[in-house]
């Protein structure tokens, strides 16, 4: 078992920093909708002797004749490869399995990566790429201005509608009539509402438009099937393999057949070089775990709790961004900016002070700047991996309740902390690492 104590010979001021960050992570409660804590077993394979190999390349070739994707040996650049090949050959097997993909690919580097190869195997720069506003729960690298999407592609926005704020269909619809565009692309990292693959297909159909969907909050929902499964609508599905999925920090791309060879060619050597092996091995642990009947109650949990809290949160006088949430996420808006409410920065930093952690964000129709932002993002796979459970979401509501009401007063603040901390000591997962 992992336990530091090399590091902790050969260099004492980084051992020191790692269990800092295992204490931050036992004692405070951890409501970053995007972040999860990965078994022992996940753990491992991320700290093995494959991080030592170097394999450009795939453990596979497509056939000349048919077009056929072919397991073999010596498909990479280099030597030595034979166990890194069946490595990366149970992470793709086992992902195509749990969603069904006709092909995957296990090297994208992270989430960011996956969209920027994904976005290359089906368009051009200069190409129009119609997608959800950064504001209104989308990504950076779903186009924009300061990220490579936004500096490449021409962008087109949708957003929510003002009053329900859900997605209106008919409207995205009408945007894709009026731009054509060549992507459009879906997926959110702050949308608690369910979203209709369906619906967006039947749109880029109509358009001619190439359909990619960004499924990396929700993909462990997905793979328990919580979640209308996006792989058999979309053309291209890209995903983080850290959040609800539950694995380590990384990457990965779904697609259909007939893009298997653009989008491999465009993850390598297009966008990235070397693999980094000890994390597909890391990746293949964690679909397994997610392939079991216990990942299926945990993410049954995850949305349990989710609406607990969001349950908790509206009895307590809170507003949620679409009033509540279908997966495990959801968004607190604290009011508008000159409504006397505190702004979303300084609610995060109250919250710290308090051992909780979550992260500012923007509202749709937000009227602080992004840095300050109206909104607390709040999420319940970290706190289900730990075992809690409804009663302790209700708990959780109360103390943010505590943290807002008492936000200029740290002696309260340090007081919910220890509150916090008796409740967290409740629901050890890494005391093998102190
Ligand atoms: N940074 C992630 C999130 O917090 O949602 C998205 O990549």
Redesign the pocket.
Known sequence: MLNYQEIKKTDPEMYEVLMNEVNRQEDNLEL???ENMVSAAVLEAAGSVLTNKYAEGYPYRFSRKTGELKYRLNGRYYGGCEYIDEAEKLAIERAKKIFGAEHANVQPHS?SQANMAAYFAVAKPGDTILSLKLSHGG?LTHGHPISFSGKLFNIINYGVDKKTEVFDYDKIREKAIEHKPKIILTGA?AYPREIDFKKFRKIADEVGAVFIVDM??IAGLIAAGLHMNPVPYADIVTT?THKTLRGARGGMILCKENYAKDVDKWVFPGVQGGPLEHIIASKAVAFKEAMSPEFNEYQKQIVKNAKALAQGLLERGFNLVANGTDTHLMMINLGEKGSGNPSGKKMEKALDKAGITANKNTVPFDTRKPFVASGIRLGTPAVTTRGMKEKEMEQIAEFILQVKNNIENDEKLVEIKKDVVKLTKQFPFYAYLR
């Open positions: 970053i909708a995007s989430g990504h990292s990396a909050h983080t």
